[in-house]
C-alpha cells in the first residue's frame, strides 16, 4: 500500500505576477534505505500554491530543498500506510517582503543578517560590496556608524534604444576605460540612440535597497506607475547606475517574455548595504517558470538549473517566444552535459545562431558546442568562424558568453584575429561582476 | 620518484594525479624577510600550508574510486617553519618543497605527464594562498611573488591559461580546488595587460581523438585574508571541502544496494551550503562565487563509512541556546552533550554544531532548575545537513 507525500515551500512573493508562485528543486530521502527516494523533483513556491503529490511507500521522510540563493531548506515526516501527508517548507526571512523575490534568488541576504547592527570590516577587493565608499579597511575616518548607513538612492538612467554598434567590445571597453568619473554625456554617444533618460524614483526603496522594475515599455515607478512615460524600444536596452563615484552600466534582459508570451517584469536591485560578499546591482527577472533557474545558474547550482530548464525545454525551444530564455536554458543544459550523446536541443542551438543576429549569445553557445563534439579540422574551423561572428556581434547579454567566449578564443593560440579579438574580451571582462547572470559593466573602476 | 611527490602506486589503466600548492610564507610581503616595496596589502598566511597538507592527508587515507584510484599525490608548501611531510600510510617522510614559482611550474609540468598516462585519469588541482583575479583572469601567487621588482607576476601562476593548457592533457576529468582569498590587488593583472602570471603550459585545443574533457573548477573567492583567513587553521573553504568530502557532500541515490558518493554537483551543493551556513562561515556567510558554467556530473569519491553530517542544535528561541545544556542520544545512549561551560561567552546564543555519523538520534536541551526539559526523537540525521530545532512545545 503507498501512500501520498504533498510538497511545497511556503514564502511570499508581492506581486500578483507571481500571485501563483514558482518551481523549486527538492530531494526526498526515506529513512528506510531499501527505497532510494526520490531526486531533482520539482515542487511549488509560494503562499498560495497547491503542494504537489508524490507517490511513496509508507515510512520516514527528510524532504530538502535547495533553494536559488544556495540555502537548504529540510523537514521530516512520517508517512503511514495509505495516509496523505502535506508538508509546508517555510522561508520566511526575506529582509522586506518587496525584495523577497531578490531574497529568494540570492541577490539579498536574509533579513537576519541584513538588519544586524555589526559594522562589518570591509576588505579592500572588487568582491565586496560597497556603493560610493573609498576602498578603506574598517575604522578609518568616513566610516559611517552602525545603523547609519541609509543613502541616498543612486541616480539611475534608461537607454532604451542603444546603437547597433554600441554594445561591441571596443566601444564598451572605450567607455570603462576612459572615465574615471561617470559622463553621461559620454555615455549617450557612444552607446545610445537618443539622450539617457533618467528615472526618477526607483519602484521600491527602504532607503538602503532600490530596487527598479521594467515591464515591455520601460521602467515602472512606485507603486507600479509609469515611469517615464513613452519611449523607442530598440534591440538592446541598458540601465546606468551612477552614484557620487561609481557607476554601472547594467543589461537589462528586456522584454522578457514567459513560455505562455506573456510579458515579465524585469527587476534590477541597487544595493547599497555594505558587505564583505554580494553584488551592488543585481539583474532578476520575475518568471515563474525560469526564474528560479536563473536563480540556481547565478549561485552556481547547475544541476538545478538544468533540472528546471528540462522541465520547459519543450515550450522553451518549440516556440520562439524569448531568444533569451532559451539562451539561458542552452547555457545551462550544455554546462552540465556529461555525455555527447544528441539531444534534442542542441539542433536549437544552432536556431540560436543563426535566427537572433542581435545577440552573440548563440554564436557563443554553438561554438561552445561544436569544439567539444568536433571529430573534424572542418567542424573546429567552423566553431572559429562562430566565434568570429560572436565578437562581432558585441558583448553577450549572459556573463557566461564571455567566459565561454574567452575560452573559446584561447583555444586558438595560432590565430592572430583570434588572438586580438581575445585581448579585447578578456580586458572587457575586467571590469565585469563575474556573479552576476546578465553582464554588469563596472564604469569608472578602481584606482591602480 | 619525482622530488614533489609524496605519495606514488603504480596503477595499470585509468588513475588519479592529484597537485597540491600551499602558500603561507611570503618572504616579499609584509611580515616577510625582504618585503618589496608595494606589497599592496598582502601578508603572512598561516592557513594555506595546514589546508594544503591535510587535503593530501584526506587524500591518502580516505579518497576512494575504484574505477580511478589514487595515483599519485605532489605536493608543494611554503610555511614559516618547513616541516617534512609524513605519508599516512606508507609512514615514509618527505622534505616538501618550497612553492615557489620555479618549483610550480615544473611540478605542473610532471602532474601533466602523469595526467597523459591514460585518457580516463582524473586529475585534482589544489591551491591556497593569495589570488589576484580580475574577470576571467586569476593569478596564483607563489612564496616569491614580488622578489622581482620589474614584475612582480613572475611569482605567480596564470590559471587561465593552466586550464587552458590543461585541454591537450589527455586525462579526461579535471578538478580544480582554488582557495585564494583575495585582497587589494584588483588592478595588477590589467596592469600587465592581462598577463596574470607564468604559463607553465601552452594553451591549445583539444585534440579531436581525445575523449571531451569534464572540467569543474570550485572557487572560494573569500575577500580579504586579513579579515576572513583562519590563523593556524584549515581555510574555510578547505574544511568545507573536506567535510564535504567525508559525508556532507554524498548522497545514497541507490539507497541500501549502493554506497554513498560525493558527485560534482552534490559537492558544489555542500560548499555552498557551508558557505551560507551562519554557525560554519561566519561573517563571510553568503558568500558569492563567480558564476562558472561548467558542472558536468560525475562521482567523485565513493565513502568507505557511513558519512558524516554537520548538525546544528538550537532553541526555537535563541537566547535559550545561553541557558540550555544540549544532549544528543542515540539508543538511548548519550553520544555528546554541550555543557553550560562550553557557551561561547562572545555569542551565547549560538546553536551547538556538531558532526554525527548518517542515522537517528535524539536530541534534548535541558534546563537549571525546574525547566522543562525539550526533546526532539527519531530525528534522522543524513547529509547535507541537519538543523535540529528545540521547541518549547515540544
Request: proline share 8%; net charge negative.
Amino acid at each position: 500500500v503507498s501512500a501520498g507525500l504533498h510538497l511545497r515551500v511556503n514564502l511570499s512573493f508581492r506581486g500578483e505576477d507571481l500571485a501563483a508562485g514558482t518551481t523549486v528543486v527538492a530531494n526526498v530521502y526515506p529513512a528506510n534505505r531499501d527505497w532510494g527516494g526520490l531526486r531533482d523533483i520539482l515542487i511549488p513556491a509560494g503562499d498560495m500554491v497547491e503542494p504537489t503529490r508524490f507517490e511513496v511507500p509508507a515510512g520516514r521522510y527528510v524532504v530538502e530543498v535547495v533553494m536559488p540563493s544556495g540555502k537548504l531548506l529540510s523537514q521530516q515526516t512520517k508517512v503511514d500506510d495509505g495516509q496523505e501527508v502535506t508538508l509546508d517548507i517555510d522561508d520566511w526571512d526575506s529582509p522586506r517582503e518587496s525584495h523577497s523575490w531578490q531574497y529568494f534568488s540570492g541577490n539579498l541576504e536574509s533579513g537576519t543578517v541584513y538588519r544586524s547592527p555589526l559594522v562589518i570590516p570591509r576588505p579592500r577587493s572588487s568582491s565586496s560590496r560597497y556603493f560610493d565608499r573609498p576602498a578603506a579597511d574598517v575604522g578609518v575616518p568616513g566610516e559611517p556608524a552602525p545603523g547609519d548607513e541609509r543613502l541616498v538612492a543612486p541616480a539611475t538612467y534608461w537607454i532604451p534604444d542603444s546603437r547597433t554598434d554600441g554594445w561591441s567590445f571596443a566601444r564598451l571597453n572605450q567607455l570603462s576605460r576612459d572615465m574615471t568619473r561617470v559622463d553621461l554625456r559620454q555615455i549617450g554617444a557612444l552607446i545610445a540612440e537618443g539622450e539617457p533618460i533618467p528615472i526618477p524614483q526607483p519602484t521600491e526603496s527602504d532607503g538602503t535597497s532600490h530596487l527598479y522594475r521594467f515591464d515591455e515599455r520601460g521602467p515602472l515607478g512606485p507603486m507600479g506607475s509609469p515611469g517615464v512615460g513613452h519611449h523607442q524600444i530598440g534591440a538592446r536596452q541598458f540601465l546606468v547606475v551612477t552614484g557620487a563615484t561609481d557607476g554601472y552600466l547594467v543589461t537589462l534582459p528586456s522584454p522578457w517574455r514567459d513560455v505562455h508570451y506573456r510579458d515579465v517584469l524585469v527587476e534590477v536591485l541597487v544595493n547599497a548595504r555594505q558587505s564583505p560578499t554580494g553584488s551592488p546591482v543585481g539583474v532578476t527577472v520575475r518568471d515563474r517558470a525560469m526564474g528560479a533557474g536563473l536563480g540556481y545558474l547565478a549561485s552556481g547550482a547547475l544541476s538545478a538549473a538544468g533540472r528546471v530548464f528540462e522541465d520547459v525545454e519543450q515550450m522553451l525551444y518549440s516556440k520562439v517566444t524569448n531568444p533569451l530564455a532559451a539562451a539561458a536554458g542552452a547555457y545551462v543544459l550544455l554546462g552540465t552535459e556529461s555525455d555527447p550523446s544528441p539531444k534534442p536541443w542542441h539542433d536549437w542551438v544552432w536556431n540560436l545562431r543563426s535566427w537572433f543576429g542581435w545577440m552573440s549569445d548563440g554564436s557563443i553557445l554553438w561554438a561552445a558546442h561544436t569544439l567539444r563534439t568536433a571529430e573534424t579540422n572542418a567542424q573546429i574551423d567552423e566553431a572559429r568562424a562562430a566565434l568570429v561572428e560572436a565578437y562581432q556581434r558585441g558583448v553577450p547579454f549572459y556573463t557566461l558568453g564571455l567566459s565561454w567566449l574567452i575560452d573559446g578564443l584561447s583555444d586558438f593560440p595560432e590565430d592572430d584575429e583570434c588572438q586580438a579579438m581575445l585581448k579585447e574580451v578578456q580586458r572587457l571582462s575586467w571590469r565585469v561582476d563575474t556573479r552576476q547572470p546578465f553582464v554588469v559593466l563596472g564604469l569608472t573602476g578602481r584606482p591602480s | 620518484m619525482s622530488r614533489f611527490l609524496v605519495h606514488d602506486v603504480p596503477v595499470i589503466g585509468p588513475g588519479t594525479h592529484v597537485l597540491i600548492i600551499g602558500v603561507g610564507r611570503y618572504p616579499h610581503l609584509i611580515g616577510g624577510d625582504t618585503p618589496c616595496q608595494n606589497p599592496d596589502g598582502m601578508g603572512q598566511l598561516s592557513s594555506p600550508p595546514i589546508s594544503a597538507r591535510e587535503l593530501a592527508n584526506w587524500f591518502i587515507t580516505s579518497y576512494n574510486d575504484p574505477a580511478k584510484t589514487l595515483a599519485s599525490v605532489a605536493l608543494l608548501l611554503s610555511e614559516a617553519d618547513p616541516q617534512p611531510f609524513q605519508n599516512p600510510k606508507t609512514n615514509a617522510s618527505f622534505a616538501v618543497e618550497d612553492a615557489t614559482a620555479d618549483n610550480a611550474e615544473a611540478a605542473i609540468r610532471e602532474w601533466k605527464d602523469r595526467a597523459d598516462s591514460d585518457p580516463g585519469n582524473r586529475v585534482f588541482f589544489y591551491f591556497c594562498g593569495h589570488g589576484v583575479s580580475e574577470g576571467e583572469d586569476m593569478a596564483l601567487l607563489t612564496s616569491d611573488f614580488c622578489s622581482d621588482n620589474y614584475n612582480p607576476l613572475q611569482g605567480a601562476i596564470d590559471l587561465r591559461r593552466l586550464r587552458g593548457g590543461l585541454k591537450t592533457a589527455k586525462a579526461s576529468e579535471q578538478v580544480f580546488f582554488i582557495d585564494a582569498c583575495r585582497v587589494n590587488s584588483d588592478v595588477l593583472i590589467s596592469n600587465s595587460d592581462g598577463v596574470a602570471g607564468r604559463v607553465p603550459l601552452l594553451p591549445g585545443r583539444r585534440p579531436v581523438e581525445l575523449p571531451r574533457e569534464l572540467a569543474v573548477p570550485y572557487y572560494a573567492t573569500l575577500a580579504g585574508a586579513k579579515a576572513y583567513a583562519r590563523e593556524n587553521s584549515v581555510s574555510l573553504f578547505t574544511e568545507a571541502l573536506l567535510r564535504a568530502f567525508r559525508g556532507a557532500g554524498s548522497d545514497d541515490p541507490q539507497g541500501r544496494a549502493g554506497a554513498w558518493r560525493v558527485n560534482t554537483a552534490r559537492l558544489q551543493e555542500a560548499i555552498d551550503h557551508f558557505m551560507k551556513e551562519p554557525v560554519f562561515a561566519g561573517e563571510i556567510v553568503g558568500v558569492q562565487v563567480p558564476v562558472t558554467g561548467q558542472l558536468p556530473v560525475f562521482v567523485l569519491h565513493y565513502l568507505h563509512d557511513p558519512p558524516e553530517v554537520p548538525v546544528y542544535v538550537g532553541c526555537d528561541v535563541a537566547d535559550d541556546n545561553a541557558l540550555a545544556e544540549f544532549v544528543c542520544l542515540q539508543g538511548g545512549a548519550e553520544r555528546a552533550r554541550r555543557a553550560l561551560a562550553e557557551v561561547d561567552p562572545e555569542n551565547p546564543q549560538r546553536e551547538w554544531s556538531l558532526p554525527l555519523k548518517f542515522g537517528d538520534y535524539d536530541f534534548r536541551a535541558e534546563f537549571a532548575g525546574d525547566g522543562i526539559p525539550r526533546v526532539i526523537e527519531d530525528f534522522q540525521v543524513r547529509p547535507v545537513s541537519k538543523r535540529v530545532e528545540l521547541r518549547a512545545d515540544s
